[in-house]
T-cell receptor
Framework: DQQVKQNSPSLSVQEGRISILNCDYT??????FLWYKKYPAEGPTFLIS?????DKNEDGRFTVFLNKSAKHLSLHIVPSQPGDSAVYFC????????????FGKGTRLSVIA | ETGVTQTPRHLVMGMTNKKSLKCEQH?????MYWYKQSAKKPLELMFV???????ENNSVPSRFSPECPNSSHLFLHLHTLQPEDSALYLC????????????FGSGTRLTVV
């Protein structure tokens, strides 16, 4: 049973517009959430994170929103750039302090110039 | 060299072959991981090592055999694989399993013929 779900396998957005990538989770014990970005032939790299005590975290063009009651988080990229085209993985961490990250399937974002 | 280095980058092997994947980190991390990335699936955790000791085996078939001689090196020994084992194998490291600062290698693209 998937604990972290990214239900959109792909997303296409026009350059300059907003990209919104969604992630749902089922385990209410998750207390830290991360987004990773992956280019072809490279490993995933950390992008942005959010603690469960917050509902928003912003870093430049990237903002992550967390809705704990809905067990939903989203990544907003504004404005989207062609270099943002990649696969984005949502990941979650349990508050036990000793368990590995749980990843979603990823969403492939294509930013069209 | 810094970061997490994986070799080889690409590997093609027959079902009767024996091969090994290597991962090396120079970040001073204590935990190392093997993940498998198949198309349309989440990043699947395979093994976790913390201070050289295996702490998690995620029901991985015995044809995959990990080895962690020290905190900086991790191997994945492969034998009698199946075509469905073809995937991208990613190594990662972090300070500890529950600590979110994972650094990933670029992966080994494995094709079983």
């Amino acid at each position: 049973d998937q604990q972290v779900k990214q239900n959109s396998p792909s997303l296409s957005v026009q350059e300059g517009r907003i990209s919104i990538l969604n992630c749902d989770y089922t385990n209410s014990m998750f207390d830290y959430f991360l987004w990773y970005k992956k280019y072809p032939a490279e490993g995933p790299t950390f992008l942005i994170s959010i603690s469960s005590i917050k509902d928003k975290n912003e870093d430049g063009r990237f903002t992550v929103f967390l809705n704990k009651s809905a067990k939903h988080l989203s990544l907003h990229i504004v404005p989207s750039q062609p270099g943002d085209s990649a696969v984005y993985f949502c990941a979650a961490l349990l508050n036990s302090g000793n368990t590995p990250l749980v990843f979603g399937k990823g969403t492939r974002l294509s930013v069209i110039a | 060299e810094t970061g997490v280095t994986q070799t080889p980058r690409h590997l093609v092997m027959g079902m009767t072959n024996k091969k090994s994947l290597k991962c090396e980190q120079h970040l001073g991390h204590n935990a190392m991981y093997w993940y498998k990335q198949s198309a349309k699936k989440p990043l699947e955790l395979m093994f976790v090592y913390n201070f050289k000791e295996q702490t998690e085996n995620n029901s991985v078939p015995s044809r995959f055999s990990p080895e962690c001689p020290n905190s900086s090196h991790l191997f994945l020994h492969l034998h009698t694989l199946q075509p469905e084992d073809s995937a991208l194998y990613l190594c990662a490291s972090s300070q500890g399993p529950g600590i979110y600062g994972y650094t990933f290698g670029s992966g080994t693209r494995l094709t079983v013929v």
